[in-house]
């Protein structure tokens, strides 16, 4: 049901929640005043209890943007100004610990980390993660939690667990629209609907996003020789646009105390267009070439899960399967044009066409299981999970033949191969509660992983399967008041895969050639860590400290062929040593100013064997970012967030200038609509420098990107609550006497 107060007079306020047979609740410190005269409560749940003794009382607190509580960081954004009219994945660069390299790909503390969205694992590769955060809007999302140490099903993540928890809405119907627009030349519509009664809960997503990016780009190359120096020099510009639709469907459905389903569907498309075009300057041939690339990617994931919880507290069962589809086709347009000295076209030219198709399936079962033993003290958690992943990549080519004008078949770079992994996972763990302050954990996994790489277009075809052992422990010790302190160990594993591994040499770049290993082993890691933090009412303060040793890491190594051709290999390296630094820490001044901080340093250390024969340098790696919220009212709120990043590299490093998002939000009409204007990068935009040291030669690598933007974005929100229930003349009866037996006795 539901319930509902109104012309409350400004003050502080105890609501008090009773029912026949349950546990009093009693919600403390409301505070009605001008600038926040309305709550909207979560939902409530009363527990069952013997007698009226059995009160529970919970202090009502407004959440703050960020969160931490034993080294985990909650971000809710739906307090932020910052996740109106963004992506998930621009949303997540803003929560503390987080960020993406130069690739791409998200990190935690300079560490890969596990997603998950609604407590549920995303099993996807790379490119299928990125275009399901970019289509997730995020105004959609909650809050995002980064636990640098994760539940014991997650424990051998390397980057720890990031979870991405989407809106719910409350009982009865609701729904919102948001509508956003940038300079940039992006726009987007997104629409919710949220439907809770009686068990079942049902929310739909579904919208769309368009964006425009252009770029610049320079890189310079100097080959050194005996007796001399050649150096090369090209200029890059580009442009990128992208169409995002999207839909996710989420249900829940209790059937009684002890049982429950959810399902997750979630499609997303994108659809993109890029031209870039290149002047290769006097020191190569000089050329003009200009590369067009039409390409539509189709994600479809559906996930089924199914709870049962006993009568035993905390003892718990869940079943997840769940499945993906994605198809991405690429059409790339390569023509070049070789030019005089005064940049006039010589009569010579060529032209390649490529087309490429990869289908991918995916295939996810997961079981877990936690119970409490019958001191209360101890605690098991057992479970096992297996992943199937099928990709079928084909590719055709053709070029035109300058003697008789016609495209002919290119086979060089006309292929098909299939591959195939699997993953199988057994794992168990205990926790044991020594003392309320002091706890520890200690487990251990065993995966079985199995790939097939088939070069269809040959007889080439490749089999591996290998055993992983990886065990792990912490120990946890609180001081109330004062601090908590965990240390931790685990063995984590990374798995080359089919981009890694593929022997297709991608020679798209005339100039730098790429290609995988199907030699490559995975890379084992033992990882230590030590995270002492302390809460207070005004301020939170975290420091860890970290060592890896790392075995057989895999990266991209380049090389010189020849004087102006490159190649880029991935290889195992004998191994590595990282030491790390991280802190994360927050402020409050007073009731409407925070500031959030955070801070990570790597420092690699390579073995003598990779600094001579392949050039590896030693170096550090930087991420930070500074957040800082300020309420007027409870109306009215400024939010901005600063970032800066520096990545070492085997090779070299990359380093990026600061970059900063500023969010001005205004509530009206009630609450019902949400204004929001985001500056992002009004001073300067996003560039990259990156260095590559060969043992012959240098490279160094400029990209400007189109990052200055001024959004503005509406939001509205539509309420409709559930009608109060009504009881049947049988339950009417049922109340009646006991309310009769209450007054009796």
């Given at each position: 049901?539901?319930?509902?107060?109104?012309?409350?007079?400004?003050?502080?306020?105890?609501?008090?929640?009773?029912?026949?047979?349950?546990?009093?609740?009693?919600?403390?410190?409301?505070?009605?005043?001008?600038?926040?005269?309305?709550?909207?409560?979560?939902?409530?749940?009363?527990?069952?209890?013997?007698?009226?003794?059995?009160?529970?009382?919970?202090?009502?607190?407004?959440?703050?943007?960020?969160?931490?509580?034993?080294?985990?960081?909650?971000?809710?954004?739906?307090?932020?100004?910052?996740?109106?009219?963004?992506?998930?994945?621009?949303?997540?660069?803003?929560?503390?610990?987080?960020?993406?390299?130069?690739?791409?790909?998200?990190?935690?503390?300079?560490?890969?980390?596990?997603?998950?969205?609604?407590?549920?694992?995303?099993?996807?590769?790379?490119?299928?993660?990125?275009?399901?955060?970019?289509?997730?809007?995020?105004?959609?999302?909650?809050?995002?939690?980064?636990?640098?140490?994760?539940?014991?099903?997650?424990?051998?993540?390397?980057?720890?667990?990031?979870?991405?928890?989407?809106?719910?809405?409350?009982?009865?119907?609701?729904?919102?629209?948001?509508?956003?627009?940038?300079?940039?030349?992006?726009?987007?519509?997104?629409?919710?609907?949220?439907?809770?009664?009686?068990?079942?809960?049902m929310n739909i997503n579904a919208g769309g996003s368009y964006n425009q990016n252009d770029n610049t780009s320079y890189a310079i190359r100097q080959n050194f020789n005996t007796i001399t120096t050649k150096i090369y020099e090209t200029q890059s510009r580009s442009s990128n646009q992208n169409l995002r639709p999207n839909l996710r469907t989420n249900a829940d459905y209790e059937f009684n105390k002890k049982h429950s389903i959810n399902a997750v569907l979630n499609y997303n498309r994108n659809i993109s267009n890029t031209e870039a075009v290149t002047d290769f300057l006097p020191s190569y041939r000089l050329s003009h070439r200009v590369v067009e690339n039409e390409g539509e990617n189709y994600n479809a994931n559906l996930s089924l899960t199914y709870t049962l919880r006993t009568k035993k507290p905390g003892e718990m069962l869940r079943l997840i399967a769940s499945g993906n589809r994605s198809t991405n086709k690429n059409d790339r347009n390569f023509y070049q044009q070789f030019l005089l000295p005064d940049y006039s076209f010589d009569g010579q030219d060529s032209l390649m066409l490529q087309r490429l198709h990869n289908k991918t399936k995916g295939l996810n079962f997961r079981v877990n299981y936690e119970l409490p033993l019958s001191n209360k003290k101890t605690f098991l958690s057992v479970g096992t999970f297996l992943n199937l992943t099928q990709n079928h990549i084909q590719t055709a080519a053709e070029y035109k033949q300058s003697t008789e004008d016609k495209m002919m078949p290119l086979t060089a770079l006309t292929y098909a191969f299939a591959y195939q992994q699997e993953i199988e996972n057994i794992r168990g763990s205990i926790k044991h509660r020594w003392t309320e302050t002091l706890s520890t954990t200690a487990g251990a996994s065993i995966e079985h992983t199995g790939f097939d790489f088939d070069v269809l277009s040959s007889t080439s075809k490749v089999k591996n399967a290998y055993w992983s052992y990886l065990p792990f422990a912490n120990l946890n010790k609180s001081w109330k008041d004062a601090l908590n302190l965990t240390l931790s160990y685990r063995r984590t594993i990374r798995r080359p895969g089919y981009n890694e591994l593929s022997p297709i040499v991608d020679s798209s770049d005339l100039f730098n050639l790429r290609s995988g290993n199907t030699s490559l082993m995975p890379s084992l890691a033992n990882n230590f860590d030590l995270v002492v933090g302390t809460s207070k009412k005004r301020f939170y303060a975290n420091v860890g400290l970290g060592f890896n040793a790392i075995e057989d890491v895999f990266n991209q190594v380049r090389t010189q062929v020849n004087d102006s051709v490159t190649q880029t290999l991935w290889q195992n390296s004998s191994g590595k040593k990282e030491y790390e630094i991280s802190t994360w820490n927050g402020y409050t001044f007073d009731k409407r100013f925070k500031v959030n901080m955070s801070a990570s340093y790597t420092f690699n250390v390579y073995s003598g064997f990779d600094k001579v024969q392949r050039n590896f340098k030693n170096g550090g790696s930087l991420t930070s970012n500074l957040n800082a919220n300020y309420s007027w009212t409870d109306l009215y709120n400024l939010t901005s967030s600063f970032t800066f990043n520096r990545f070492a590299r085997p090779q070299g490093s990359t380093r990026s200038n600061l970059s900063m998002n500023v969010g001005f939000q205004a509530k009206l009409l009630e609450k019902k609509m949400t204004l929001t204007l985001n500056v992002i990068d009004p001073f300067r935009q996003q560039q990259n420098t990156s260095y590559t040291y060969g043992k012959n030669f240098t490279i160094e690598n400029y990209n400007s990107i189109q990052s200055r933007n001024i959004r503005l974005t509406v939001g509205y929100i539509f309420n409709r609550v559930a009608k109060t229930a009504r009881h049947s003349n049988k339950e009417k009866q049922k109340l009646q006497k006991a309310l009769e037996a209450v007054k009796a006795s």
């Open positions: 049901g539901n319930f509902s107060f109104t012309n409350i007079p400004n003050n502080y306020y105890r609501l008090r929640l009773s029912y026949i047979g349950f546990s009093t609740l009693t919600i403390d410190s409301i505070h009605f005043r001008a600038d926040r005269f309305d709550f909207n409560l979560s939902d409530i749940v009363l527990k069952t209890g013997a007698t009226e003794n059995l009160n529970e009382v919970v202090v009502y607190a407004e959440k703050p943007l960020i969160q931490s509580k034993e080294g985990n960081i909650t971000f809710n954004a739906g307090e932020s100004a910052l996740s109106a009219g963004s992506s998930a994945n621009e949303l997540l660069t803003n929560v503390p610990l987080v960020t993406k390299d130069p690739d791409g790909k998200l990190l935690v503390r300079g560490k890969e980390p596990k997603i998950l969205i609604d407590d549920k694992p995303v099993e996807l590769n790379q490119q299928q993660l990125q275009d399901l955060l970019e289509s997730l809007p995020g105004s959609s999302i909650e809050k995002i939690e980064v636990m640098t140490n994760p539940p014991p099903q997650y424990a051998n993540e390397q980057g720890g667990v990031i979870n991405i928890t989407t809106r719910k809405g409350r009982v009865g119907k609701s729904g919102r629209i948001t509508l956003s627009a940038g300079t940039r030349g992006e726009t987007g519509i997104n629409g919710n609907y949220n439907y809770r009664r009686q068990g079942f809960a």
